[in-house]
């Protein structure tokens, strides 16, 4: 079982910077790839960003390459998500996924275990 929590949403206006953190615990973390998804209101989750455990890899989606960044920390068991030129479309419910697969992790499905989301709010 992995516990994920994460935190550093907020509201921000257009063109600034947040950052958010998944804090991990329960299972060996260094072995599982992770990632950040999001989930508008009456939209589907979206896949964000994510890092492979096996040789760090990062993938992007389309519409936050050049702004977002995932990194990890394995010594504390942390994956952050650092997001610059916010966007009032990237407005949503974020949410922080592990999984044991380092394949297919743009997909939902690929993910074992999921955070309780944290907000973000780009105001134009």
């Known amino acids: 079982q992995v516990q994920l929590v994460e935190s550093g949403g907020g509201s921000v206006q257009a063109g600034g910077s947040l950052r958010l953190s998944c804090a991990a615990s329960g299972r060996t973390f260094s072995r599982f790839s992770m990632g950040w998804f999001r989930q508008a209101p009456g939209k589907e989750r979206d896949f964000v960003a994510a890092?492979?455990?096996?040789?760090?890899?990062?993938y992007y989606a389309d519409s936050v390459k050049g702004r977002f960044t995932i990194s990890r920390d394995n010594a504390k068991n942390t994956v952050d998500l650092q997001m610059n030129s916010l966007k009032p479309e990237d407005t949503a419910v974020y949410y922080c996924?592990?999984?044991?697969?380092?394949?297919?992790?743009?997909?939902?499905?690929?993910?074992?275990?999921w955070g309780q989301g944290t907000q973000v709010t780009v105001s134009s």
């Open positions: 890092i492979s455990w096996s040789f760090g890899n990062t």
């Open positions: 996924a592990a999984a044991l697969s380092p394949r297919g992790l743009a997909y939902a499905s690929t993910y074992n275990y």
